[in-house]
């Protein structure tokens, strides 16, 4: 009987022993396995995945993401569409996922132009405000938001999209009526919200010189006025031939130069024709539909499957060589079927743009992705 116990016994602890062996040398599977310890993998989530409905989608976000942004349901617009009246329940849900899920929280965005309520700007007779007026109307949109989610979200894109292509700072209402000071005073007052948030500054085309240059032009300046910029996102709306991937390498290095952390914020790459390159990824841009605009609605070519993923894995690699200052990579969405870029700047078009397929489905260049990563 003692000879069967001791045969079970040592039986037992060489399954034990190469159970764990085996865990130790498991190939990463997910993005966010392969990319732990180098920066956070992230995407925007939309009401149907917070909300419960989307569970095929749901089971990708737990499985390959531990950052998660919201979409649409913080900008000011939607959280905040009358004066004195908050729609807080979206983003209370947003939130709550993201804490359940254990995921880095990015709330998106507190000051943005393109959807800001009417009545932040005029008065009860539909005059311009003042600037003393809009001035506090921001600090009590920015406090009370970010009071909120204090201790929950860790970091605000404070300020988002404020330069035009040309590196100038972009003629907003924000900016016609306070002046260029918003920009700091949106800082200030998110900083006194919570002040162990980190916050951020997020724009588009940062990869075209004029724009960069006027970016780091900025945070130099809220620099030397006291305000900590923790971060420059860098929207990575991009398209096969554009940017170039040096381009965005000069982007990250300057950036880094500034003291700042770098993160790619909305990443999506867009195998379409662009009707007007010169729009970079304003929202506001809308072309009408034709035929030749949208060429891969019956599905992709080899050739162009070919050169996407290529694209994809050229800019992983980039920020992968650059980790130590890249803080976050995420993703404009979940899967294709989802994204904004199937109706911008063109409705009604079929795109490729995200990692994961209609279906949910990985494509090929994740798994390249997640092998490039375990080797850095």
């Not at 499985?63 to 004195?84: D, L, T």
Request: with cysteine; proline share 5%.
């Amino acid at each position: 009987m003692k000879k069967i116990q001791l045969i079970g016994l040592i039986f037992l602890s060489f399954c034990l022993s190469a159970s764990v062996s085996s865990g130790k040398n498991r190939k990463p599977q997910t993005l966010k396995e392969a990319l732990d310890g180098k920066f956070y993998i992230g995407t925007a989530l939309n009401g149907g995945h917070t909300s419960g409905k989307d569970t095929a989608t749901i089971r990708v976000i737990k499985e390959q993401f531990n950052a998660v942004v919201a979409e649409n349901c913080m900008k000011p617009g939607p959280i905040h569409p009358r004066n004195g009246s908050y729609n807080f329940a979206p983003a209370d849900e947003f939130v709550d996922f993201g804490v359940k899920n254990n995921m880095y929280i990015t709330g998106h965005c507190l000051i943005w132009h393109s959807q800001a309520p009417n009545w932040f700007f005029t008065d009860s007779l539909g005059k311009p405000v003042t600037r003393e007026v809009l001035i506090a109307r921001m600090k009590e949109h920015i406090s009370t938001v970010v009071g909120r989610y204090k201790g929950k979200v860790k970091g605000w894109d404070v300020v988002n999209e404020a330069l035009d292509e040309d590196g100038s700072y972009r003629k907003t209402k924000f900016f016609n009526i306070i002046g260029e000071d918003y920009i700091r005073l949106a800082f200030e007052f998110a900083r006194e919200a919570d002040p162990e948030a980190e916050l951020y500054y997020n724009d588009y085309s940062l990869a075209n010189e004029p724009k960069r240059k006027g970016a780091v032009a900025m945070v130099k300046k809220l620099q030397q006025q006291g305000v900590k910029v923790d971060a420059i996102g860098e929207q990575c709306h991009i398209g096969l031939d554009y940017p170039e991937v040096k381009e965005m390498e000069k982007s990250i290095k300057a950036f880094a130069a500034l003291g700042v952390k770098v993160m790619m914020t909305e990443m999506d790459i867009s195998v379409l024709p662009m009707p007007d390159r010169r729009v970079g990824a304003d929202i506001s841009a809308n072309f009408e539909y034709q035929k030749k605009l949208n060429p891969y609605a019956g599905g992709l070519p080899d050739s162009v499957n070919t050169a996407m993923e290529k694209r994809w894995f050229d800019f992983f690699s980039l920020f992968l060589k650059h980790k130590k200052v890249i803080s976050r990579v995420t993703l404009w969405g979940v899967n294709d079927a989802q994204s904004w870029k199937n109706n911008w700047p063109v409705r009604g078009r079929t795109d490729y743009p995200l990692l994961f397929d209609r279906k949910n489905q990985p494509k090929p260049v994740v798994q390249r992705i997640i092998e490039m990563a375990k080797k850095k």
